[in-house]
């Protein structure tokens, strides 16, 4: 999608409707985020906060669901905050998962599903300490949302006693 492509898009997501179908991921994709970015990431980052699948499946079902407003965006660590689909794409294009997994395609499937209005799974924020948070998974989505003016609902995972 070109920058004026989707600034016309923008304008049109605001003249007419905003989006909100954000849904909790089920059990199958909170355990592939498991697997992929906590195993992989977030452990070696704040340690083993969840020893085990089912311990991370239960902090994300008793995680809280909230609006993340720009502002409170700008307090989340480990974010992209790309401003359009050309640096996105610059970043995404260098992650190890380009191109099997992340590529043209599944970009243009995030724009497509929000203006569709399918359903888009909650990006994971983890808490690992009081007040401090980072994304764990969704930074894609979450920028996307965003350059589209749409504020996102995200699961904030407690990762500390």
């Known amino acids: 999608m070109t ?3 989707l600034k016309q898009y923008i304008r ?6 905003s989006f909100d179908n954000w849904v909790m991921p089920d059990d199958k ?3 592939l985020e498991y697997n992929v970015e906590y ?4 452990r070696y980052s704040f340690g083993d906060i969840f020893p085990t699948v089912e311990d991370f499946k239960e902090a994300v079902h008793s995680g809280k669901q909230v609006k993340l407003t720009k ?6 660590g480990n974010r992209s905050r790309t401003s359009d689909m050309e640096d996105l794409r610059d970043l995404v294009s260098s ?3 380009w191109p099997k997994y992340r590529n043209d395609e599944t970009l243009q499937a995030i724009v497509d599903g929000f203006k569709s209005g399918s359903a888009m799974k909650m990006p994971f924020i983890l808490e690992y300490e009081p007040g401090r948070q980072q994304v764990m998974s969704g ?7 965003y350059m589209l003016g749409i504020t996102p609902t995200v699961i904030v995972i407690r990762g500390y006693k």
């Not at 049109?12 to 409707?17: A, G, S, T, Y």
């Not at 502002?71 to 989340?76: A, K, L, P, Q, T």
């Open 12 to 17: 049109m997501l605001i003249e007419n409707e």
């Open 139 to 145: 930074n894609t989505r979450l920028d996307i949302a």
């Open 29 to 31: 994709a909170i355990e």
């Open 95 to 97: 992650y190890r998962s």
């Open 39 to 42: 195993k992989h990431h977030t």
């Open 3 to 5: 920058n004026n492509a």
């Open 71 to 76: 502002e409170m965006d700008r307090s989340v």
